[in-house]
């Protein structure tokens, strides 16, 4: 009998995957390219982005479906196209509200799929 | 099989059929006409829509998605020069020049068609070989099904464009996220940190959708934000031709539609490679055989006809792999394999003779999408091109809020919605340094059926040399070699290439 059990083939994977990041770190310093020039790049609205979404994440269990999609959406709105004016917020509660009611009625009503209740809001 | 093949399309044509397949056909239409929203993002947004209908519902409408959205790039691709999805990125090259001398409606068209066509071809060789090769795939030992599998890994890694070991490392880590929690054989907790949900392994569809919706968007956001997807459309001109010569022009070609369709499916089948290198292949090939070469690029149809016909073919090609091996195609059947395990499905070599009816059902849905696609083209092609303009500020939060419902609802942990953002940001760097995604996704779909028939082969017998011996197991090993050989070898002739322009380019 080999000896297998539930750490044999985690080892080989994470073996080969050593083997080969160590391979990829060798042919890189023989390389010795020198770095590509970046393209400016929006890093910030990147990261913006990804913060709204984990902060959306963080609250779905708090606030609820309904109220946390609904800041969700008008703040990536707002922060990807600057509301200017009552008309521009009014556009971005809009896009908001209706995001958040059509999702809802469409999976709760229609296709019975549960989504999150708030803890804190019970809504 | 007729028969299975005729009480499917009966079954199909069922208005609570009907329906899903049409509005997936439709949704897939206008994400493939949207620039920057691929196949896979579309289908993914419909994935959570799926939850709540039965199997055969579910597939027909992602079904609908996959042809419809291969069909749906080419508006663009024709009235504005810029692919809707990557498959349709050949269909600018002679589309676009057509349009602009004042035949749009003569472009759009033939590319509708050639379509029609070619998707139909794909799904005649789909029907026709998924039966066979799921009976061979039945004689399969545990070897063979680890030697596949392998084959299938290194075969992506080594396809992808950017660096072999960065695809091979990409397949590893793959593997990696799947040896997390429970340990498929013995049933022994693992790695689980002493986190409860990570005791329960990782499901591969939240990171699916994480590592490909935020690699997308992130990546759009780059460039900035805001201004709507598209250039302002203007006024297109009259789309009306008359079909019985577009029809005639498309079909007057047979063995070029006829070779690239093959292509389509012949790309289809190897997995995780997609249209959009069926389409490029297709077009090369039909430029090369040509007795117009020096037409390609200036309007040709028959440019139009090779991008279009071998994109859809592509996705019959595609189809074969995951209901003959359960291997996804790419990352659009990967998200239909997911949808057939939510619904407690086992695909693989057994998928066509245990569910005959969803299978046949499948094929039923993947042949009625066609004529469906092209009542969409005709009744809406005009209006297409307005969806393009679709504010991306307000198309990401709803394609995110969607990518979060979809997680969420899986198994209504919101566990599933941290894996979504973990893997987004992961997948995201992975992108950065230059990491293709998809033998990530391919290896974390196999790494649990790696590992059981790897256990289950040196439980069985303990030699390892078997791996080998076995004529089948034996022969995918030596092709994955092959293919890892063959993609260092392309590689480095890349780059001598690559060394020689730059030294032409410093003589100057």
């Known amino acids: 009998m080999v000896p297998i059990g539930p750490g044999f083939y985690p080892r080989i994977v994470l073996g080969i995957t050593a083997a ?72 971005v509660a809009l896009v908001a509200l209706l995001t958040a009611a059509a999702t809802y009625v469409v999976f709760e009503r229609y296709l019975l799929v549960l989504l999150p209740r708030g803890g804190w809001t019970g809504f | 099989m007729f028969d299975l093949l005729g009480a499917g399309l009966a079954n199909i044509m069922q208005v609570k059929y009907l329906v899903p397949l049409a509005l997936g056909t439709l949704v897939g239409v206008l994400g493939g006409a949207l620039p920057g929203v691929t196949i896979t993002m579309t289908i993914i947004v419909v994935l959570p829509f799926t939850f709540g209908l039965d199997p055969l519902q579910g597939l027909a409408a992602m079904t609908g998605v996959y042809v419809g959205g291969s069909a749906g790039g080419l508006v663009t691709a024709v009235l504005l020069g810029l692919p809707g999805t990557p498959s349709a990125i050949a269909t600018t090259f002679d589309g676009h020049p057509m349009a602009k001398k004042g035949e749009p409606g003569r472009a759009i068209w033939l590319g509708v068609w050639a379509s029609f066509f070619g998707g139909l071809l794909g799904g005649v060789f789909l029907i026709a070989a998924t039966d066979p090769l799921a009976r061979i795939a039945l004689q399969f030992g545990p070897w063979e099904f680890f030697s596949l599998f392998i084959l299938a890994l290194s075969m992506v890694a080594g396809l ?102 093959f292509i389509g499916v012949l ?152 894996v979504l953002l973990t893997f987004g940001v992961l997948g995201y760097g992975m992108v950065k340094f230059g990491f293709p995604l998809a033998p990530f996704i391919l290896g974390v779909i196999l790494g649990d059926q790696i590992e059981i028939n790897l256990i289950r082969a040196i439980m069985t017998d303990a030699d390892p040399w078997k791996f080998v011996t076995r004529p089948i197991s034996g022969a995918l090993l030596a092709l994955s070699v092959g293919s890892v050989l063959l993609a260092l070898w392309q590689h480095r002739r890349q780059q001598k290439r690559l060394a020689a322009v730059a030294q032409a380019e410093a003589d100057f």
């Open chain 1, 20 to 91: 080969l990041s160590a391979w990829l770190v060798v042919a890189d310093w023989l390389a010795k390219k020198a770095p590509a020039p970046r393209k400016p790049a929006n890093y910030g609205l990147v990261a913006a982005m990804f913060a709204l979404f984990g902060l959306y994440a963080g609250a779905l269990p708090f606030l609820g479906f309904r109220v946390a999609t609904f800041a969700y959406v008008a703040a990536v709105n707002a922060l990807l196209d600057p509301p200017r004016g009552a008309r521009g917020w009014a556009r």
């Open chain 2, 160 to 261: 992808v464009e950017s660096s072999l070991v960065k695809g091979l490392i990409a397949g590893a880590l793959g593997c990696v996220v799947t040896i997390l929690g429970t340990d498929p054989v013995m049933g022994q907790e693992r790695l689980g940190l002493g986190i409860p949900f990570l005791a329960g392994g990782i499901d591969f569809l939240p990171v699916l959708i994480g590592v490909f919706a935020f690699a997308q968007i992130m990546t759009e956001l780059e460039r900035g934000a805001g201004a709507p997807a598209a250039v302002a459309v203007g006024r297109v001109a009259s789309l009306a031709v008359r079909h019985a010569k577009v029809i005639w022009e498309v079909l007057s070609r047979p063995v070029q539609l006829l070779w690239c369709s």
């Open chain 2, 267 to 418: 790309i289809g089948v190897l997995p995780a490679i997609g249209g959009s290198a069926a389409s490029m292949m297709a077009y090369d090939q039909a430029k090369k055989f040509s007795r117009h070469p020096e037409r390609f690029g200036t309007g040709t149809p028959e440019g139009i006809v090779a991008s279009e016909a071998s994109n859809n073919a592509n996705v019959g090609g595609s189809l074969v792999t995951i209901m003959a091996f359960g291997i996804p195609g790419d990352a659009v059947t990967a998200v239909m394999l997911g949808a057939l395990t939510i619904h407690g499905i086992q695909s693989g070599p057994l998928f066509i003779s245990q569910n005959a009816t969803l299978a046949y059902g499948i094929f039923a849905a993947y042949l009625v999408a066609h004529p469906i696609m092209v009542a969409i083209m005709w009744a809406g092609s005009r209006w297409m091109l307005r969806v393009t303009t679709v504010p991306k500020a307000v198309l990401f939060p709803v394609v995110l809020v969607l990518c979060a419902i979809g997680a969420y609802a899986l198994n209504n942990t919101m566990a599933n919605v941290y």
